[in-house]
């Protein structure tokens, strides 16, 4: 016999044998209509199977059908897929209503189109990557929690997942293109934001989150559920059974855009609002910035009459000082140069309180521009209503913050109040719908007595949970089992303290030293959140505590024994669902000093509902900055002088609508506390100023001079011959033009500050010229300084300087400079001025009277300092453009040096003409585009 005889023999011989020893297998041929000698001669024609009702507990005898195309196996009792490895040619498989846990076995039915697993156990899609044929897939009623492993099949054109436990779509279903219809009804997602999500989905026409077989998603039951489903699916056709007519997405799309229309409205308004008060802000540092320079001229100028008094005592010893003795001018020059210190410590003073309130500012417009969003993503199904004083909620709502607000605890912190800044009602429909279903599920709500069950609980930010707080506002709390799996407590900790809602992230930030009696506070210490809950604890019992954890807390300081537990602590420590009894809602843990304070770890998030957003702002026992008492820090901290504050914040940015006083409300006490705080910083500065320039010894005045000449030079410095002046000091005349300096070649000091220069010349071929001062004047640019290699220190403090390229020719013709001095200058106005510099003359040591340190240098280099291909080519999305980009860039460059010379800028119209020039008309459009990109990201036309 030939070899595949003997094959053919064997297999019949085993086919045999499996007849006469497996009764299963004969009832499954006997169902199907398969006589003995069918399954044992023709058994591999068979292409149909189909077994109901028959208690199979396994399914691995359909092996024997290897040319099966169809396959029916329900209702039975298989828990595993089995027997499929040889039927390559399967292309239809019912394997629903059975007891299978997990998709396997599939690997090689390559031909597979129709599967369905519907009616199991199935808790996880996986197992069918190689399946890329399969166009039908339904697993309704099973246990999936997540909806992945489908990215392979991109030919699915049908996909039931309803009943399960899906609480998301997210982007799991990108990569199934080819998708028509798609049924998530009876499951969990109860967000609007999940909907937009299909949209990608280029063939989908059927989507049904409402299935009369299945029940509805959380969803559905949200207000504006259809108009905003009609709006974001604009090719379903096919809507929860539903045909939509055009009329209905027309209405929905218009009622869309209204909405969207509005939101956009409100974002604006609140930008331009905040705009505003910043600028307001700013007007009012430039002010205070007035007030303290006035006082500073007025101290330099005495600083530089002192500092003329002692040098020319000391080089030229036959002129007198009056009265008074080198000492005491020494004595009141090292005052006024104290107090000079000071003064620039003010200024630095007044620029963090601006920065300081900047970024509060920016933090809270972000903050509710983010929830205008969510608003309007969610169909107005999440939102927030700020509190009024005259509403009632929103004092019950202080008092208990304040109530529960313990000072002692907040000491090792630097923490003596607390002043609430916001409170805000929360609107989420979809928690408090679930709320109220476990409500009803677990206690009798028709007796009114259920509501003294409740509790209004704190949840705090969690510094190793970033966002948490506000992922709880919008879709609730997350399963305590989540917690446990990344390392947290297994409960959701809920307490009856604002210290102890706050211990965790108070402690990280003293580890960081932004809190503590000696810290230096900044506004991400200062500033907070609680949440404000309604919980149902159901039964209680106290927390088994760990004997190591105790001890470790026992040994703490107090403030920083932690009652909710780290991803850092003792695993032993922390609460865990399994260590308590199923009948217990909650367990606590007691504060060791004060047992009336607690934390509750609760197991049922369900039973959980966000109630109020308070806001808060800590007020530090003293600020040390300045040592200003704790009045200046709080300003007006009274409900009953908000509309005082009100009316000073409407004076300074007039509302037209309660809705910009809302907004502005917002902001209130930060910036009237900025104001307080900046008014405090310059208290007393013109009386202190006049007081000591005043004060003895008072140098003599001398005759105004108008212009330079010899008889002056010989006059002030006492040298008749020219060649043997070293130092000359012009100081405070009324000198317009420099002149004949020229001629005293050896001079290593020249001083010519307080006069009325207005251009720099004569000043050239001073070999041994170390110091230059010519600030306090008018000069507008930087030239003529020629021929002075030694010059080491150059003052040109309040002049009229305004250019850039002024400071490539100090580098380039005074490059020995290593004290440079250019402030109150309009150049100082530029955005990152001190790196500009910085970066273009690396050789300074001091700058503006700071020291240059190595972290300054390496800032500065680290920012970009000039336009090149590689630059262009990361913002020029396309790369063809890249060369033209450049050139028009290059062209405006030329065209805007050219009328930066008369201080204009160059209009648009040139410089599109430029563009349309150098480019196509295809890709004008575009490189304007590109060139707006450019400037957007930054960059000026002073950095080409």
């Not at 090719?235 to 869309?256: G, H, K, M």
């Not at 409900?639 to 007039?654: A, F, G, S, T, Y």
Request: hydrophobic fraction near 35%; aromatic fraction near 8%.
């Amino acid at each position: 016999m030939v070899a595949g005889e003997v094959a053919s023999t064997d297999q019949l011989r085993l086919a045999q044998i499996a007849w006469a020893e497996t009764p299963m297998l004969q009832d499954i041929c006997e169902v199907n209509g398969i006589s003995r000698d069918d399954f044992l001669y023709n058994r591999h024609q068979v292409e149909g199977l189909e077994l109901f009702l028959m208690a199979l507990p396994v399914m691995r005898h359909v092996i024997w059908f290897p040319g099966l195309v169809k396959l029916q196996i329900v209702h039975q009792s298989i828990s595993v897929i089995e027997g499929l490895e040889e039927l390559v040619s399967l292309e239809y498989c019912w394997l629903n209503e059975n007891n299978i846990s997990k998709i396997q076995g599939l690997e090689t039915c390559t031909k597979l189109r129709e599967l369905y697993l519907y009616s199991n156990n199935i808790s996880k899609i996986e197992g069918l990557d190689t399946l890329t044929g399969l166009e039908v897939l339904w697993l309704q009623d099973n246990k999936l929690s997540v909806l992945e492993g489908l990215t392979k099949l991109t030919n699915l054109r049908v996909l039931w997942v309803a009943a399960n436990k899906l609480i998301s779509v997210g982007h799991h279903l990108d990569s199934n293109v080819n998708l028509e219809e798609l049924n998530l009804a009876g499951n969990y997602i109860g967000s609007f934001r999940e909907i937009p999500h299909l949209d990608r989905l280029p063939n989908l026409t059927h989507v049904y989150f409402s299935d009369p077989h299945f029940g509805d998603n959380p969803v559905c039951q949200l207000c504006n559920y259809q108009t905003y489903t009609l709006y974001h699916l604009s090719r379903v056709r096919v809507i929860d059974y539903n045909i939509i007519s055009d009329e209905s997405r027309q209405l929905a799309e218009a009622t869309f855009v209204k909405k969207k229309m509005y939101y956009n409205m409100r974002i604006k308004t609140l930008k331009r609002n905040t705009s505003n008060l910043v600028k307001k802000a700013d007007q009012f540092r430039q002010t205070k910035h007035s007030e303290v320079n006035l006082a500073l001229n007025v101290l330099c100028r005495m600083a530089k009459e002192l500092e003329r008094e002692l040098e020319e005592a000391k080089r030229l010893p036959n002129i007198e000082t009056g009265s008074a003795s080198i000492s005491e001018y020494e004595s009141k020059l090292q005052s006024v140069r104290t107090t000079t210190l000071q003064k620039h410590r003010e200024i630095e003073l007044i620029d963090e309180k601006y920065e300081q309130l900047r970024e509060t500012i920016e933090t809270i417009i972000k903050d509710n521009i983010s929830r205008l969003l969510v608003e309007l993503q969610t169909g107005g199904n999440i939102r927030m209503e700020e509190g009024k004083p005259q509403d009632v909620w929103y004092q019950s709502c202080m008092d208990l913050v304040r109530g529960r607000f313990c000072a002692a605890d907040f000491a090792p912190f630097g923490i003596s109040g607390i002043r609430i800044t916001k409170v805000a009602r929360v609107h989420s429909r979809f928690p408090k719908n679930r709320f109220e279903d476990r409500l009803d599920h677990l206690i009798d709500t028709s007796n009114q007595n259920y509501k003294k069950a409740l509790e209004y609980l704190f949840y705090g930010e969690d510094p190793e949970l970033p966002g948490e707080l506000s992922s709880s506002i919008e879709s609730g709390f997350r399963n305590p089992a989540e917690f446990e799996a990344i390392g947290k407590e297994g409960g959701i900790p809920l307490t009856n303290s604002v210290f102890l809602s706050e211990q965790n992230r108070l402690i990280g930030l003293h580890k960081k030293g932004l809190l503590g009696p000696d810290s230096k506070f900044k506004n991400d210490g200062l500033m907070g959140r609680l949440l404000v809950t309604k919980v149902y604890l159901g039964k209680c019992a106290q927390a088994r505590v760990d004997p190591a954890w105790k001890s470790e807390m026992e040994n703490k300081e107090p403030g920083f024994d932690q009652l909710i537990a780290t991803k850092d602590t003792l695993h032993a420590a922390k609460v865990r669902r399994k260590d308590y009894s199923s009948s217990l809602g909650s367990v606590y843990r007691c504060k060791p000093d004060n047992e009336q304070h607690r934390v509750w770890f609760c197991f049922d998030h369900l039973c959980i509902m966000p109630e109020y957003l308070v806001e808060f702002m800590y007020i530090p026992t003293s600020d040390p900055q300045m040592k200003l008492p704790i009045s200046t820090l709080v300003d007006y901290s009274t409900d009953d002088r908000l509309d005082e504050l009100q009316e000073v914040i409407n004076k300074l940015v007039p509302t037209k609508s309660e809705l910009d006083a809302t907004d502005i409300r917002s902001y209130s006490h930060y910036f009237l506390s900025y104001i307080h705080q900046c008014n405090f910083i310059v208290s007393g500065d013109k009386e202190i100023s006049c007081e000591l320039v005043s004060s003895a010894p008072v140098p003599a005045q001398r005759p105004k001079a108008s212009e330079i000449d010899i008889d002056l030079i010989r006059n002030v410095t006492k040298c008749t011959d020219l060649n043997q002046v070293v130092y000359l000091n012009l100081f405070g005349n009324h000198i317009r033009s420099i002149e004949l300096v020229h001629l005293c070649v050896n001079m290593r000091s020249l001083i010519l500050s307080f006069n009325e220069i207005q251009k720099i010349e004569g000043i050239q071929d001073l070999p041994h010229l170390t110091h230059l001062d010519l600030s306090f004047n008018l000069i507008k640019k930087v030239d003529s300084l020629k021929g002075l290699p030694s010059l080491s220190k150059l003052e040109l403090n309040n002049n009229l300087i305004y250019r850039l390229e002024d400071v490539n020719i100090i580098k380039k013709v005074v490059p020995t400079v290593v004290d440079l001095s250019l402030q109150n200058n309009a150049i100082c106005e530029v955005k990152g001025y001190r790196f500009i510099v910085l970066r273009r003359v690396p050789g300074l040591k001091i700058l503006d009277g700071k020291v240059v340190t190595p972290e300054d240098l390496k800032s500065a280099q680290d920012r970009i300092s000039a336009l090149n291909h590689s630059i262009v080519a990361k913002y020029c999305h396309t790369q063809p453009v890249c060369a033209m980009f450049l050139e028009v860039l290059l062209e405006w460059r030329t065209t805007f040096l050219s009328f930066s010379s008369s201080r204009k800028v160059p209009s648009s119209t040139p410089c599109m003409r430029t563009t349309a020039s150098l480019v196509n008309p295809r890709r004008s459009f575009q490189l304007k585009f590109e060139i707006l990109l450019f400037f957007e990201k930054g960059y000026s036309l002073t950095d080409i």
